[in-house]
């Protein structure tokens, strides 16, 4: 038996671990309560990753499809044909018609996403695509305009702060985004401990508002009007940090008039909540010496998500409380990201889409035009994909008609661990390594953008040998380049390094000289004049950087033109115009049931549900969770089965009634419907099915400011299910399978 630490890539936490080896076998992973950041914190998912990669599913062959059979074959044959077809295409059609999906379990390595861009970059092809128009492309977008860069993201100052707000966030379960935050309701609870208020707006009184702090109710997809009154109050009692705004920020006066018309007892109306609560909140904001307004997926992923977070950004900076210790901070990396990439354009792209016309955001295009890009002819369609770490059948928004336009592909090739629902509808199936047969270091959120509550650095070797011939990212990309006759990064003197050294790192002899990952990292860490990879494994809990600073990005690292922050872009205001409509909208369905998301913590978007222990007994399936009132009202009782239906779908689930939702509001776990998926035994028994079935997606139905699918708050009918349910369908319906 062997011990060795490293920590968990499957979220935004990092969780330091000890993982006890028998030979090529994990035994037990438990938290690494030594650890100088995550002290110890762990997650069922965390701790039982390892009976995932043990599973007889996991790929370890490269696989191609015949008719409806996969079939095994070298890796070889697989790139020789990939690279066939994608040269006929590409010479036939133009760069644009190959894409690339980038999913999320790639973000969460640094050198699997940089191979995979420098595959697309030697295609010389704009069609990217990735999840974050899912879940989270309205900060890139607001903080692009704000700030000057997507991946400057101010976060709360958890330890510090006397009163923070959280919309659409519940961190017991979820956890925080864009923050690194371990034992996060630990934290929570000290706030409100040292005399604090944390206040959860959400339409569900959730585990977290259980647990820390108070709780207020707002109707899903309301929250742009939450924070329009909220920043009308701000200049109704001219609460604005004159010294601050003046040096550092440009717009103010134009922010007056956008907030204007909604006045608290106006958006009460469509928010549901009382203007003397939210007064209240605004006052207790403004007392506090240190606030944050902070937000999550249940914002992020509405309709006016990126208003919402502008507005969110706006009152925290004009009050004062950006950058500064108890308000929000922006962390350091190891490098001057933003600098650097505004210097080189990195994450700035101003192309737009084929279909739409809608901006990319971090150098992709939104998930949403996917489908459209795909089934539109003209020059430019999309007509072979790559999907490399992503499961976008699942995730993206009109599961149905995604799954209609990727059969329509000339070439789809996905790049996985597992043969997940899109895998399943693929040509080409390639096995990678997952993370524990990976080196690695913190990925760029924690390491280039600093947003960790505690900086700090750590590496970790490859934990286990891969059992068959999955093989890294870095490896799986250059050989697809070269087959492809697209040099990586457009540099064939960089093509020529890379097949060099993987002959080097196959061969007995050279392979002491070659650029194995972990000396790719080290080089990473390097250039940002931190220690190397093999000085960090001598810290195997972790390796403390500076701490925080307040007063250190205002007036020093906003990378706009002027280097202000820009608080009122031109298209947001304008974006403001269209409000009143939202409005009347939210007024006329009042007596609709609306639907959000419910995240449970042993789910994961895609892996988990193949765990049997995790979907055993009554955990086989997602639920229609529904206020007792509600479910009353559509003559349902708990456990029939529900017809949820919305403009784009339906789908079939029994009923759970739950009290702590808001009348009015519906929830349906996502991450279900694993049906189709060819190559996950336990998930595709699983009788769940897809939220996202329910989803639009084509350029109408999206956030035109940030690409945004609306993925909550979707209005939707309830009623008892009529005719047989079908278990073997992702609908829970057989004609839609
Ligand atoms: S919270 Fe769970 S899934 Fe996330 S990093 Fe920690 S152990 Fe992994």
Redesign the pocket.
Known sequence: MKTEYTF????????G?KVTLDGNRVVKIEPDREHVA?EG???????K?HRIYESPDRLRHPLKREGSEFRRISWEQALGEIGGKVRALRAAHGPDSIGMYVGTATGFDMLHPAFAQGFMTGIGTKQMYSPHTQDCANKFAVAHHLYGFPFTQPFPDIANTKFLVIVGGNPAIS?FSFLQL?HPMKKLKAVVERGGRVIFIDPRRTESARMAGEHVFIRPDTDVFFYLSFLREIFARDAIDREKTAAFMEGLDRLRGIAEPWTPDRTAEVTGIPSGTLRDIVSGYLAADGSALYSSTGVNMGRNGALAFWLQEVINAITGNLDRFGGTLVGRGIVPFEQIGRKRGLLLRKDRSRIGGLASVSDCFPGGVLADEILTPGPGQLRALFCTGGNPLNTMANSARISGAFKKLDLLVSVDIFLNETASLAHYVLPVTPFFEMAGIPFIFPIFCGLQHRPYLQATRAVLKPDGEQRHPMEVYTALARACGAPLFGSRAVQAVMDLNMKALRSKLFSGIALTPERMLGLILRSGGQPGFRKLLRHPHGMLRPPHQEGSFLGKRVVTENGKVNLAPGHFIERTASLDGVYADELKNRGMLKLITKRAVRT?NSWMHNLEEFVAGDNNTNYLYMHPADAENAGLAEGEYADVSSATGTVRVPVRFLEELMPGTVALPHGWGHQPARGLSVAAATHGVNVNILAADGPRNLDPLSGMAHLTGIPVTVKPAEGPHDPTSWSGISETK
């Open positions: 968990c890539r499957i979220c935004e936490c990092l969780c671990l995550t914190h762990a997650c069922v998912k965390g701790l990753q956890k371990p994961h």
